[in-house]
């Protein structure tokens, strides 16, 4: 009797080692996914805000040259994947305060390309920054908990 229940503790003890080591295993790869997924996030909104300059700037030289068209082809582009980017990192990190500064970076860096003069463009330049920084602080605070 002794060597059963022996038997059956060992089985027992590498069955809840398994178990625990899964779990452990699982937590890691969540996060880690949540914390890629934040990342890809910040590089889609900082492409945009790329692409929202490049707009403004061959709009300013000229409204309806192709190097504009391009770049508002460019800005739509961009501003899709920042979107994408937002709802993949919003399937996976359940944080609403975080996944609204996210979206406010993506809306503010959108406001960029309306600006109507330089004093404009660099006010809208550096709400688009500020917000992203925002986001990017609360992401950190959020990953590293």
Known sequence: MPEALNTLVAVVGTLVGVYVGHQFQRRSEERSSRRAALADLAAAVMEQRRSQYD???RRTEDPEGAPYLSAREDSYRTRSAAQQAFYRARLLVQDE????LAQGAITATAQIHKATDRHAFDAASSAAEQSLDRFLAAAARYVHR
Do not use: C, F, I, Q
């Not at 305060?97 to 609204?100: A, F």
């Open 55 to 57: 707009r403004w700037l």
């Open 97 to 100: 305060p975080l996944l609204l």
